[in-house]
């Protein structure tokens, strides 16, 4: 559409002198190029031809000012009927005006129209000023709650998201453990959660199969992350799990056991763990009360550490 786009006013005479003529005169100063007859219709000129040609095939947009008046005219219905016509041939915008309280005619009924009585002369301009340079007209748009902010992001929705971060946090800050509903809220105390949509989160990174939980009368607690998810979710946080991946199967071959590993935490130590032997690199695990794991190394994970 150009910079001043061309607005053809379809209306009947008798609506000029209580609408049509001001609200054409203020199209234009709010830089719609507004063609109205009496205008642009000189003694001599073809009427039809000044209409259809110069006027309606022109125009970018067709404006129908509707009134007890105009739509009992045929010379209007003709109007609207080439304006319908350019909008399936070319996509030309139609936009109705009412002024009274009439019946939208059926070719229009599926439009969203003006109306004089809701908005008033100049509200009535300002609506399809906004519509044709795209202004907005919602309300200031503001700044996302808190928690769809936090990074790293994990999951597509900013909740489940929020709930996994502070659920990694709080395990790594204690070195392992279950973590709770509760506390969850309390951690996120900053956020506008309620304990309602954490218990939502918390379910549904459940049904994800991305955590473990466990449910009382008092809520739900994530017991633990499930090994894969724990892992890349370090690795999104930039931690190299592939690399403590092959430092453990390789102590795991040396020493038999992980006592004596301590490149990470307990809860990454039994993710790593549960990880290879899932891999059938390590078999016959056991663990102890200290979180030490046993395990020889396989055939398979002997040749994957000489590798190395």
């Known amino acids: 559409m150009p910079d001043a786009p061309k607005a053809f006013i379809s209306h009947a005479s008798e609506d000029k002198g209580r609408f049509v003529t001001e609200f054409a005169t203020n199209l234009r100063a709010a830089g719609i ?168 989160a918390i379910s549904s990174l459940a049904d994800q199969r991305l955590v473990e939980v466990s449910r009382s009368f008092g809520g739900t607690t994530i017991t633990r992350l499930r090994p894969r998810v724990w892992l890349a979710v370090l690795r999104k946080r930039g931690i190299d799990v592939d690399g403590l991946h092959d430092e453990l199967l390789t102590h795991f071959v040396n020493h038999g056991s992980s006592g004596g590993f301590d490149e990470t935490d307990r809860e990454t130590l039994h993710a790593l763990v549960s990880v290879l032997e899932m891999e059938r690199l390590i078999g016959r695990v056991t663990t102890t009360l200290d979180g030490t794991a046993h395990a020889q190394a396989t055939v398979a994970g002997q040749r994957a550490a000489r590798a190395l």
């Open 33 to 200: 190029d507004a063609w109205v007859d009496e205008w642009e219709i000189r003694a001599g000129d073809s009427l039809v031809d000044k209409v259809f040609a110069h006027g309606i095939d022109k125009a970018d947009v067709f404006i129908v000012v509707l009134s007890n008046t105009s739509i009992t005219k045929p010379w209007v219905a003709e109007e609207l009927d080439a304006g319908v016509i350019r909008r399936i041939q070319r996509g030309t915008r139609i936009i109705p005006v009412l002024i009274d309280d009439v019946e939208v005619p059926p070719a229009l009924q599926h439009l969203r129209y003006s109306s004089l009585a809701s908005l008033g002369p100049q509200g009535v301009v300002s609506d399809i000023s906004g519509t044709l340079f795209s202004t907005d007209v919602a309300p200031p748009l503001g700044a996302p709650p808190a928690y769809s902010r936090r990074a790293p992001k994990l999951l597509p929705n900013p909740v489940d998201d929020a709930v996994m971060n502070a659920t990694v946090d709080m395990i790594l800050e204690n070195g392992a453990g279950s973590v709770g509903s509760r506390q969850l809220l309390e951690r996120l105390a900053d956020l506008d959660l309620s304990h309602e949509l954490v218990e939502e």
